[in-house]
């Protein structure tokens, strides 16, 4: 092997280098902006941060079917129904591809769902709110996927390679329904006042939990009510960013997210429940109302009714499919035994470093 | 002289061929937008994310050949109805699906073996539209029968595994053919509408396909280590608007925000 002049893989320190060794190699590659894969050596605390974000955010894509699932027998079109299938089914393949992404961590997927079902490990708390009118799914649709778009963005260049990669499909797609959300509240607000005033009354309750909620703790003083929980913040995302899976901070998304929205709810003739929103033109950003942590954590701790929904709703569709899963397994084995697999997709090879560009 | 509104009530006293094609599309449109809303139930609550996402997949094809279906017998009947009027403005005595597309989705072995009869009756008599003589509608069939083959490959799949995969799925698939058998003669039926436009080669007759749906579901079913049932009864009634009493709930669902906002658009 040849000496690199640029710190690429494949160059690093033979396994089994002193950690010291190992560890500048992978400062370095961060440093040149190239990714890490699955085969690199990883700090602990590196892949125990990922391991939870991405475990995290899969976690959410298969909890935020639910609110708007309960809609898909309800949407009044035909091409409303069409629009919001596509987009449930879109987040169940966002789930697979970020449980995929995290297995290449060494974790399993079925072990990160019972995590989720016995409440070791979360799904976004946007989601412990109820939707309860069809405005609901376009005001998630363009305010919640609209703040993962923002959140997320970066996220196509986050340091871990597979991460990165599934964000990228991820995004694509989320970028999308946040159009076919504003399009459906835009129907809305041009319907009848009782279709406007429904779009109105859904705005009201998406638009606290999509600031506070999908962007997590204010991380700066500027953003956050506490100064204490500002610097907690703070110091996590210092250690995320330094690591490259995180590229800014969660209150500088939070201001992006504010932003874009503003205009957008002028144009739609929607008023966003925060009376303190003005433009400021001194820090060319709109100012908003700092989100009060504290109490909003404490509103939406696990042990509150739409927390409980939402985890008994995925337990049981679990619990319900055992058999269902069984019985693929065991026929899987039934066949294993009886011969070479046959047939295409039978033996799907795992995603390998080659395939990182 | 023959005024147009004239001709209307001339051509429905004795039914058009267009009203005839109208009536049958609408039945087909109805199975499909029947099934789907079924199916949109699985939604969040499959046994595993990959069949969240098959079972949404299904189910976006199914509501996509509705609203084709839908239009088109809109136009021909003379109406002009959209595909939201026929999905949200009709009665439950006005939907013409097969009693087969309603059954409710029970456990997930009654949702295969609803899926199981009703993709290969849907794939044998979409590839015989594909030879229809009306372009728009052989168009429909060849596009639907091709989407309607991945549903078949996948009720086939899960026919297999669940009836080769450990004794209470065999038990539990067996019972959910024995549930949904009687519900699939109905699929076949053929009236004075299906007669007439059978004899004009405008559109197949479902009945000549039976004999291939038996061999090929008895194939699937046999290869599975199961039995397929031979029901005593069997139900029918959908074609005519008799439904079951729980179809009331269905349509009531499925309409219920269209008609809370009169007026709306969307």
Redesign the interface.
């Known amino acids: 092997m040849t000496a690199p002049t640029a710190v690429t893989h494949g160059t690093g320190p033979a396994p089994g280098a002193a950690e010291d060794e190992l560890l500048a190699h992978f400062d370095a590659l961060i440093a040149e902006g190239e990714t890490i894969e699955p085969r690199d050596w990883m700090p602990d605390g590196y892949r125990r941060m990922l391991t939870r974000q991405i475990a995290q955010h899969a976690h959410s894509e298969i909890i935020g079917m639910q609110p708007e699932g309960a809609w898909l027998t309800r949407a009044p079109s035909l091409h409303r129904k069409s629009v919001l299938i596509a987009k449930v089914q879109d987040e169940a393949g966002h789930g697979l591809y970020l449980y995929s992404a995290a297995e290449t961590l060494g974790v399993d997927r079925a072990d990160l769902l019972d995590a989720l079902h016995h409440g070791r490990q979360r799904a976004s708390a946007t989601f412990n709110h109820p939707a309860l009118t069809w405005a609901d799914t376009g005001a998630i649709a363009w305010l919640t996927d609209g703040a993962a778009v923002i959140n997320q963005a970066p996220l196509c260049r986050t340091s871990y390679g597979p991460y990165a990669r599934a964000m990228r499909r991820v995004c694509q797609e989320e970028a999308f329904h946040v159009r076919q959300g504003y399009d459906l509240m835009r129907a809305l607000c041009e319907g009848t006042p009782e279709q406007k005033a429904m779009a109105q009354d859904a705005v009201d309750r998406w638009w606290l939990p999509a600031v506070a909620l999908m962007f997590g703790p204010p991380d700066t003083e500027a953003g956050g009510s506490d100064a204490r929980t500002a610097a907690l913040g703070a110091a996590v995302s210092r250690r995320a960013m330094a690591w490259g899976i995180k590229r800014h901070t969660n209150d500088e998304l939070r201001q992006r997210f504010v932003d874009s929205c503003v205009p957008q709810a002028e144009r739609l003739g929607l008023t966003l429940p925060d009376p303190a929103i003005r433009w400021n033109e001194e820090r060319g950003h709109y100012d908003f109302t700092p989100i009060d942590w504290d109490t909003y954590r404490t509103a939406l701790g696990e042990e509150t009714h739409w927390a409980r929904r939402r985890i008994d709703h995925r337990r049981a569709a679990h619990e319900d499919g055992a058999w269902v899963r069984e019985a693929a397994a065991a026929y899987a084995a039934r066949e294993e035994a009886a011969g070479p697999p046959a047939g295409p997709g039978a033996d799907v090879p795992r995603q390998t470093q080659e395939e990182r560009a | 002289m023959t005024t147009t509104s004239e001709t209307r009530t001339d051509t429905s006293a004795v039914p058009s061929a267009d009203a005839d094609l109208a009536t049958y599309l609408l039945r087909l449109g109805d199975d499909a937008?029947v099934l789907g809303?079924r199916l949109?139930?699985w939604?969040?609550?499959?046994?595993?994310?990959?069949?969240?996402?098959a079972l949404?997949?299904i189910?976006?094809d199914l509501?996509?050949h509705?609203?084709t279906l839908?239009t088109l017998a809109g136009r021909l009947d003379g109406t002009g109805r959209t595909?939201?009027d026929f999905?949200?403005t009709r009665r439950e005595r006005e939907f013409t699906n097969a009693l087969l597309t309603e059954l409710p989705n029970g456990?997930?072995a009654v949702t295969v073996a609803r899926q199981l009869a009703h993709t290969h009756y849907a794939s044998l008599l979409y590839e015989a539209l594909a030879g229809c003589p009306d372009p728009e509608l052989a168009a429909f069939g060849a596009r639907a029968a091709k989407e309607v083959a991945f549903h078949r490959l996948h009720a086939d799949r899960w026919v297999?595994?669940?009836g080769?995969?450990?004794p209470?799925?065999a038990r539990?698939m067996q019972r959910g053919l024995e549930r949904v058998w009687p519900y699939t003669a109905e699929l076949f039926d053929e009236d004075d509408v299906v007669r007439r436009l059978a004899a004009t080669g405008t559109v197949p007759s479902p009945a000549p396909l039976r004999p291939e749906w038996e061999r090929r579901v008895t194939e699937v079913v046999t290869g599975a280590g199961l039995t397929v049932p031979t029901p005593s009864w069997q139900a029918r009634g959908g074609r005519s608007g008799l439904h079951t009493e729980e179809f009331t709930d269905l349509v009531g669902?499925?309409q219920?925000?269209?008609r809370q906002?009169?007026?709306?658009?969307?």
Do not use: K, M
Not at chain 2, 43 to 53: C, F, G, N, S, V
Not at chain 2, 261 to 266: A, D, L
């Open positions: 937008l809303q949109c139930g939604i969040t609550r499959a046994p595993l994310i990959e069949e969240d996402l949404s997949n189910a976006l509501v996509g509705a609203r839908f595909e939201d999905a949200f456990d997930f297999r595994q669940l080769l995969g450990t209470e799925s539990r669902e499925l219920s925000v269209h906002f009169p007026g709306g658009t969307w």
